[in-house]
Structures are given as C-alpha cells and as structure tokens.
C-alpha cells in the first residue's frame, strides 16, 4: 500500500482559493487512479474528484464542478486538487486515496487501497 500525505488545508474567506497536495512516500503513486474525498462534521465521506493514473482523466461531483481542479504530476508522485471560489458548504476534512480501478481510470465510488491522514479545510467570514 501506498503510504498518502495530504497538505495544504487551512482557513480562507467565502470566495477563496487553496491548493491540497497529496504525495506518496515511495515510487508508484503513477500506477493508481486518485481520488479527493471530503468528510464534513456529522456527514458521510463524499467523493470529490478524481484522476486516472496515465490518461489524465478527470471526474467532479457537481458539487465542485467549475471551481476545483485536480491534477497529477508523477515525476513528483504528487496529485493535486486547486480549489478556487471556496463556499461554506466545502468545509471539511479533505482525503486523498490510493484507489484499485480497472486499468486506472479514475471512478468516483472505487475500491481504496489506501487513505491519506487527511487535511483541514475551514471556509468561513
């Protein structure tokens, strides 16, 4: 399993912008479609977006549709989530995952192979 350490969290204003990073401790982080998910106070876990290993493929929930962008650099084994325009509604702790999909398309209800720690995102005036 891969070993994900997720950064970049932290309190903006409605209207603000923060980019996450979700990095891996080994070589490999190439061979897996990745996954941002969110859990809210009191709420399930959600998808939020996801990327395919190689193609580069992405998919949103409607919710983030517009205003988040996920991204993969592999040389750095590093996936990225920019998110711009940040509501109240996004506070959560935000996860990246290891997910197991067929030839690493990204889906976004996939199997997990391993979860990062998560990191804190807080959107409020």
């Known amino acids: 399993q891969l070993q994900l350490v997720e950064s970049g969290g932290g309190s903006v204003q409605p209207g603000g912008s923060l980019r996450l990073s979700c990095v891996a401790s080994?070589?490999?982080?190439?061979?897996?479609?990745i996954g941002w998910f969110r859990q809210a106070p009191g709420k399930e876990r959600e998808a939020v977006s996801c990327?395919?290993?190689?193609?580069?493929?992405?998919k949103y929930a409607d919710s983030v549709k517009g205003r988040f962008t996920i991204s993969r650099d592999n040389a750095k084994n590093t996936v990225y989530l920019q998110m711009n325009s940040l509501k109240p509604d996004d506070t959560a702790v935000y996860y990246c995952?290891?997910?197991?999909?067929?030839?690493?398309?990204?889906?976004?209800?996939?199997?997990?192979?391993?979860w990062g720690q998560g990191t804190q995102v807080t959107v409020s005036s």
């Open positions: 995952a290891a997910t197991i999909t067929l030839q690493g398309i990204c889906a976004m209800n996939p199997l997990i192979d391993s």
């Open positions: 990327i395919s290993s190689t193609s580069g493929r992405t």
């Open positions: 080994e070589f490999g982080l190439n061979y897996y479609a």
